[in-house]
């Protein structure tokens, strides 16, 4: 139901910096978080920075000092915003979203969403 548009990706320099938006779209309902996961070729999704309703915010250890995630949960967006890029964090990243539902009494839903990803390639 949660639809999620990336944007801001591309080619940048090693040790340069680059801003990444995400739109979640298609849902009245409360998001819970909302985040980034990235993967390179031949390597499996992995996190990179997520954010929830409360405030919690969490890093992959290697990003940690260098990317900051923040979130607009009025306007149902999230940000990534990385420094001193490497060319180790050259991967296609996907913005991800999920949802604890609830109708009536019956046993909460968890949901989680993936947008289509967008390349950010780190090279001179």
């Known amino acids: 139901q949660v639809e999620l548009a990336e944007s801001g990706g591309g080619l940048v320099q090693p040790g340069g910096s680059l801003t990444l938006s995400c739109a979640a779209s298609?849902?009245?309902?409360?998001?819970?978080?909302m985040g980034w996961y990235r993967q390179a070729p031949g390597k499996e999704r992995e996190l990179v920075a997520t954010?929830?309703?409360?405030?919690?915010?969490d890093y992959a250890e290697d990003v940690k000092g260098r990317f900051t995630v923040s979130r607009d949960i009025g306007k149902q967006m999230v940000y990534l915003q990385m420094n001193s890029l490497k060319s180790e964090d050259t991967a296609v990243y996907y913005c991800?979203?999920?949802?604890?539902?609830?109708?009536?009494?019956?046993?909460?839903?968890?949901?989680?969403?993936w947008g289509q990803g967008t390349q950010v390639t780190v090279s001179f």
């Open positions: 298609g849902t009245k309902f409360r998001i819970n978080a």
């Open positions: 954010a929830s309703s409360g405030g919690r915010i």
């Open positions: 991800y979203a999920e949802q604890y539902l609830q109708y009536g009494d019956a046993r909460p839903e968890f949901h989680q969403f």
